[in-house]
Nanobody, 121 residues
Framework: QVQLVESGGGLVQAGGSLRLSCAAS???????MGWFRQAPGKEREFVAG????????NYADSVKGRFTISRDGTKNMVFLQMNSLKPEDTAVYYC???????????????WGQGTQVTVSS
């Protein structure tokens, strides 16, 4: 059973950067890994996804060109580099896993506990 633990959240000023990390236990090379976020009073939304090989990625339009998802298979880690942060990026960010080969899958069924990202204006 895959388990996920996020880290790296915090408080940053608008225009700044943060790097989130997700440590996975279990074999995740057959999983699509993704990042989601949920702001107060809003539904959880997809942010980015990456294939098992790390060669395929998918991003929400709202973060394209600012966020980069990557994974280190040797260390079973997934990362989200967030640049040019905006106040509207403030949310709890969740790492998730989907047992799938499709980068566009939304069948994520393994979730981390989340890490808070707050962007001040």
């Amino acid at each position: 059973q895959v388990q996920l633990v996020e880290s790296g959240g915090g408080l940053v000023q608008a225009g700044g950067s943060l790097r989130l990390s997700c440590a996975a236990s279990g074999r995740t090379f057959k999983y699509i890994m993704g990042w989601f976020r949920q702001a107060p009073g809003k539904e959880r939304e997809f942010v980015a996804g990456i294939t098992g090989s790390g060669l395929g990625t998918n991003y929400a339009d709202s973060v394209k060109g600012r966020f980069t998802i990557s994974r280190d298979g040797t260390k079973n880690m997934v990362f989200l580099q967030m640049n040019s942060l905006k106040p509207e990026d403030t949310a709890v960010y969740y790492c998730a896993a989907a047992y799938s080969t499709s980068i566009t899958t939304m069948a994520y069924d393994v979730w981390g506990q989340g890490t808070q990202v707050t962007v001040s204006s």
